[in-house]
């Protein structure tokens, strides 16, 4: 929902890197894309994103301990108000074991909460890592449930060493915590002394040093746990503000998988085809993840209601601020990021980085509707489109904008990114800045380059120096869904490889948008009858359109834009002859929505384009 912080955020495998410094491009250390299966699965075959968790199911255990089956944060704070305070307690020695929460995520609405035991094995000045030890009828410490075949094929492949340990904690006190506390903010210091009441008696207690990050490495009960390989994905690690106040204490949750092949720098490099084998190498994927998840729990207490574009957004970012990944690379380098390619429309493409072609969405995907191209593999889209943004306006207005999004605690989404370009770059309204991106979008690699021209629109508005983008164009994803996505754009070919010039070009765009049917009105008849009594969703009005015909050159690294704005438009066969010496000719249609919350208005809004007299619908 755009309404409601993203709660339990998931940075997941092969989709997180981290980015250069704040002023210039790094190398990218992102992990390569996943080659696992015995056909080998897709670059993205592992990633897996939690929705919000607002409410657990408790175990039997903890059940019968605080007297509830379910826990919310509003059950939390009424048990916490009858109970005691402990008294103030330091982070025990390493080496101690005591009982943390876990989940169990493998079945379908129902998010279940239990207590393990973990073992403290590193601290820093920040941070405390305890990794799960405990046994109990499921698995034991961090492994797989007997009989699974990752077990079987790399004896180990859930091991965390104590070398690995000692380098996240140094990874974060020497570079995440300095970068995201200036960039972002710090967390508000919490000690565990708030307690529930009846987890004291039962042995359990969070107690520990109020600066620290709790930092719980566990194999995550998610589907893939239980069901492999019929499920590939897993939850790389997440946060969730609902354990944070069960344990007052700050808490994220990292996955214990391969670490071997998932940390460091240069881990080893070992693809297979088969699927309970194949260890590619990606690196600092978990050190990225760590950073991505812990701009969520700063943001937590910044604003809770930030909407999910801005939220994820400022994650994305944060995987590059602390200098892990390169945005900039593309399928045919030796990595790219999966969201990144995902967004592009490159996706189905093969490549370097790539072997695997996957549909996963495309750039027709809405800024600020999260999920609008679907919740499969498609939601990477959304994720590459945020990254992709929070880069844009980075190199175009510096660190200031991305911190301001971060501490603004009053305004959300769009809203506050207009209040920080008041303050940074007076006069300038987000749409333009929205309508500059989605050009970048399409011309960045192009003509970013020594010599490269643009003419119709100054070339720094339409290119950025942390990425290297363009779309596929002959994705069906970068225009196929009936009409342009708010805040959204369609990239429609109307000329390629030099053939015949559009003659004539007419626009016309929906002034309304309807809100249509619940989502599950088609499947379901209960709510289908409603919408037969009470009518559809009210109409939302459309609040501006842009067309921008972009010819390219790409042999010669030239474009020429011609935009117009409104709800009707039309190019001449004159206007349309200027385009003639440039073998591709592009439409951008681009689809205003100045509310990003959820209204009638944050719909796919229709319209249609006219070619030679012949009317097709966008």
Same mark, same amino acid.
């Given at each position: ?23 210039? =491009? ?17 670059? =993205? ?187 590939? !994905?897993?939850?790389?690690?997440? #946060? ?55 701009? /969520? ?17 400022? !994650? ?77 306006? #980075? ?53 970013? @380059? ?20 363009? =779309? ?66 009210? %109409?939302?009005? @459309? ?7 972009? $010819? ?19 190019? !001449? ?12 000719? @592009? %439409?951008?249609?681009? /689809? ?20 030679? $007299? ?5």
């Amino acid at each position: 929902m755009r309404s409601k912080v993203l709660k339990s955020a998931v940075a997941v495998a092969g989709t997180i890197g981290l980015l250069a410094a704040a002023t210039s =491009v790094l190398p990218g250390t992102a992990g390569a894309a996943d080659s696992t299966g015995r056909v080998a699965a897709p670059v =993205v075959s592992d990633l897996l994103h939690l929705d919000d968790i607002d409410q657990v199911t408790l175990s039997p255990q903890l059940a019968s301990i605080l007297g509830t089956q379910t826990l919310d944060l509003a059950t939390v704070a009424k048990l916490r108000a009858a109970g005691p305070s402990l008294p103030g307690e330091k982070t025990p020695p390493v080496g101690t074991t005591l009982l943390w929460p876990a989940l169990d995520i493998s079945k379908p609405s129902v998010t279940g909460l239990y207590v393990k035991q973990y073992t403290l094995r590193a601290t820093g000045d920040h941070v405390e890592v305890w990794v799960a030890s405990g046994s109990d009828g499921v698995s034991k410490g961090t492994e797989f449930p007997a009989g699974d075949c990752r077990a079987a094929a790399v004896p180990g492949t859930t091991d965390v060493t104590d070398a690995q340990v000692k380098d996240l904690v140094n990874e974060f006190e020497t570079n995440m915590y300095p970068k995201e506390t200036a960039a972002f903010s710090t967390p508000k210091e919490r000690a565990g002394l708030a307690t529930l009441p009846g987890l004291t008696p039962a042995g359990i207690n969070f107690a520990g040093d109020g600066e620290n990050t709790v930092t719980l490495i566990d194999n995550v009960r998610d589907p893939n746990f239980y069901d492999f390989p019929t499920n590939r !994905s897993y939850v790389a690690g997440f #946060f969730m503000p609902l354990m944070n106040e069960i344990t007052d204490r700050n808490v994220m949750t990292i996955d214990a998988f391969d670490w071997a092949h998932r940390t460091g720098v240069n881990p080893k490099d070992e693809p297979s085809d088969d699927l309970c084998k194949s260890r590619p190498a990606r690196p600092r994927t978990y050190e990225g993840t760590f950073a991505h998840e812990w701009q /969520h729990l700063l943001h937590n207490y910044t604003d809770q209601n930030e909407t999910t574009w801005v939220n994820e957004g400022l !994650s994305t970012f944060a995987e590059t601020l602390v200098g892990y990944s390169d945005a900039s690379h593309t399928i045919d380098d030796a990595s790219s990021e999966g969201s990144i390619h995902c967004f592009q429309g490159f996706g189905i493409t093969k490549g370097r980085s790539n072997p695997n072609p996957n549909a996963c969405g495309g750039p027709q995907n809405s800024l600020t509707k999260w999920g609008d191209e679907g919740a499969g593999s498609e939601i990477l889209a959304d994720y590459g489109n945020v990254w992709s943004f929070m880069l844009f306006i #980075f190199d175009r207005y510096g660190l200031p904008i991305i911190s301001g999004l971060h501490r603004d605690g009053e305004a959300q989404g769009l809203a506050s990114l207009q209040k920080q370009l008041d303050i940074l770059a007076p006069g300038t309204k987000v749409s333009d800045v929205i309508h500059d991106f989605q050009l970048m979008n399409l011309l960045d690699r192009y003509v970013d @380059v020594k010599g490269g021209q643009v003419q119709g629109i100054d070339k720094g508005r339409v290119t950025t120096k942390n990425l290297h983008a363009t =779309v596929n164009l002959a994705n069906p994803a970068a225009f196929t869904k009936p009409g342009a996505a708010p805040n959204g754009a369609d990239y429609v070919v109307l000329r390629q490889n030099k053939g015949a010039l559009p003659q004539s070009l007419a626009f016309a765009g929906a002034q309304t948008v309807s809100g249509g049917a619940a989502p599950s009105a088609e499947k379901d008849p209960t709510a289908a009858f409603q919408d037969t009594l009470f009518g559809a969703e009210p %109409a939302g009005a @459309v609040a501006n359109w842009q067309v921008s015909l972009v $010819g390219i050159d790409p042999a010669k690294h030239k474009a020429l834009i011609r935009s117009v704005q409104g709800f009707n438009s039309s190019f !001449s066969a004159k206007d349309l002859a200027a385009f003639k010496a440039y073998p591709l000719l @592009v %439409a951008v249609v681009s /689809h205003d929505n100045p509310v990003d919350t959820v209204t009638p208005n944050e719909e796919y809004a229709p319209y249609t384009l006219t070619i030679n $007299g012949r009317e097709q619908a966008g």
